[in-house]
């Protein structure tokens, strides 16, 4: 990560204008007992009190680290029922990164934040939609499968 | 000139300054070497 993608520029400039940065060591005493750390680099996604919405394992190339970012961003204001900021941060990600490994993820999780908005589960079949013609082996789609069913 | 990211150290400081900034906390668990 140290001499491939935090130097990248825009990943430095993403972490610094949305993020605050925390870095620790692996045998950092309390926190890597308290968030059960086994291996490097571990990135996780805290909201400000602390609770951890997102974890990755294992390096992560520029493009992919933003996008991972996005998600874990994401799913923190899904998990906190912010759907109207979630649906906002994953649309920017399907936006800026349709490449991105957190794509489909992000593809799903937007059609749930939107069935929690209104409760018109449309959403969820357009996420299946999505997902099939662009992600058809990824295993997103695989569990948007039931909302093949919704008219 | 080019961005570096400003590594926060302290979690009680990273978290004070993501509630002061309406930001998440990116934390890194890494291996010094």
């Known amino acids: ?151 | 000139m080019a961005s570096k990211i400003e590594w926060e150290t302290s979690m009680d400081k990273a978290l004070s300054r993501a509630k002061a900034e309406g930001k998440h906390v990116l934390l890194d668990f890494f291996n010094p070497g």
């Open chain 1, 1 to 151: 990560m140290d001499a491939v993608t935090y130097p990248d520029e825009g990943v430095a400039k993403f972490i610094n204008d949305n993020l605050i940065p925390l870095r620790v060591a692996f045998d950092h005493k309390p926190l890597a007992s308290d968030f059960k750390v086994k291996w490097t680099p571990t990135l996780i996604t805290l909201d400000s009190d602390g609770v951890e919405h997102h974890r990755t394992v294992g390096f992560l190339a520029p493009e992919e680290l933003i996008g991972s970012l996005m998600l874990g961003i994401g799913k923190s204001n899904f998990d906190r029922e912010e759907f109207d900021k979630a649906i906002a941060t994953f649309g920017s990600l399907l936006e800026r990164h349709p490449k991105s490994d957190s794509t489909p993820e992000a593809i799903f999780l937007r059609g749930v934040s939107m069935y929690k908005n209104t409760h018109d589960p449309k959403p969820l079949r357009a996420s299946y939609d999505k997902l099939t013609a662009e992600y058809p082996d990824n295993e997103w789609t695989k569990r948007a499968y039931p909302y093949r069913l919704i008219n």
